[in-house]
T-cell receptor, first 111, second 110 residues
Framework: NAGVTQTPKFRVLKTGQSMTLLCAQD?????MYWYRQDPGMGLRLIHY???????AKGEVPDGYNVSRLKKQNFLLGLESAAPSQTSVYFC??????????FGPGTRLTVL | RKEVEQDPGPFNVPEGATVAFNCTYS??????FFWYRQDCRKEPKLLMS???SGNEDGRFTAQLNRASQYISLLIRDSKLSDSATYLC???????????FGKGTTLSVSS
């Protein structure tokens, strides 16, 4: 099992560009999450999903959109990137009442 | 009050020491509790779940006090490899969103 994988691992964008981050899990987990981590801020929840076709807002959803068209995939979109979105993005998945498993992260820089 | 609060540290201890981390949470409806460790520039990894009766995994012991809304992690006989940031995680109300504390940094020296 690959666990949780994230694509891409690194990306540099210019302000105003758009991109999609892909998260895939092969553990048949119901729940999936997107976090961002900034120095001194800890992990902050952007959006999450409790099942295929469902999404919900987390602590810092503004500027991001998500989709969960397939149970194993959770996409995070930035429609118009801003320098404030420079961060490390982590995806995670889990079963109900269990802990989360994280992907290796995507390091995004917005110039 | 922040949803999940931890002492940021750093905790600097010698090998073999016992160290304890504390975490408080604000929502009394929270039901799931976890401790994670995160190494520099790596993804967080699940260390252990925290149960109401307390639980132990080798040198690690976790405790939950629902009345005080308080979670603890005790590490005995610290190893150099225990150096990391330890994150307290609590679910948000009765839903499935998990909220992380900012973490406590531990440095174990020889």
């Amino acid at each position: 099992n690959a666990g949780v994988t994230q694509t891409p691992k690194f990306r540099v964008l210019k302000t105003g560009q758009s991109m999609t981050l892909l998260c895939a899990q092969d553990m048949n987990h119901e729940y999936m999450y997107w976090y961002r981590q900034d120095p001194g801020m800890g992990l902050r929840l952007i959006h999450y999903s409790v099942g295929e076709g469902t999404t919900a807002k987390g602590e810092v959803p503004d500027g991001y959109n998500v989709s969960r068209l397939k149970k194993q995939n959770f996409l995070l979109g930035l429609e118009s990137a801003a320098p404030s979105q420079t961060s490390v993005y982590f995806c995670a998945s889990r079963r109900q009442k269990s802990g989360q498993f994280f992907g290796p992260g995507t390091r995004l820089t917005v110039l | 009050r922040k949803e999940v609060e931890q002492d940021p540290g750093p905790f600097n201890v010698p090998e073999g020491a016992t160290v304890a981390f504390n975490c408080t949470y604000s929502n009394s409806a929270s039901q799931s509790f976890f401790w994670y460790r995160q190494d520099c520039r790596k993804e967080p990894k699940l260390l252990m779940s925290v149960y109401s009766s307390g639980n132990e995994d080798g040198r690690f012991t976790a405790q939950l006090n629902r009345a005080s809304q308080y979670i603890s992690l005790l590490i005995r006989d610290s190893k150099l490899s225990d150096s990391a940031t330890y994150l307290c995680v609590v679910n948000k109300e009765a839903g499935t969103a998990l909220i992380f504390g900012k973490g406590t940094t531990l440095s174990v020296s020889s």
